[in-house]
């Protein structure tokens, strides 16, 4: 439970600062904030794989805005 706790609050944190990063679409704060929502609760429906496609994205993306 304590990993579980640590791993909300990270997102949550995470999700702060991207939406206070001006490179960043405001959308995907709110993805990154529920993928814990996703991962955990909706893990048998396939939550994990909506996760995966956020943190996808969140790599393009800090990739493509590190080449600029």
């Known amino acids: 439970m304590p ?3 640590a791993w909300l609050v990270g997102s949550i944190l995470l ?3 991207t939406w206070r990063a001006p ?3 405001r959308w ?3 993805g990154i904030a529920l993928v814990w ?3 955990i609760i909706l893990s048998q ?3 994990n794989l909506v ?3 956020i943190w996808g994205v969140l790599g393009v993306l800090l990739t493509r805005s590190g080449r600029s």
Do not use: E, Q
């Open 28 to 30: 995907l704060s709110i």
């Open 45 to 47: 429906l396939g939550g």
């Open 15 to 17: 999700a702060v600062a």
């Open 51 to 53: 996760a995966g496609v």
């Open 3 to 5: 990993a579980n706790l």
């Open 23 to 25: 490179t960043l679409p």
């Open 37 to 39: 929502v996703t991962s």
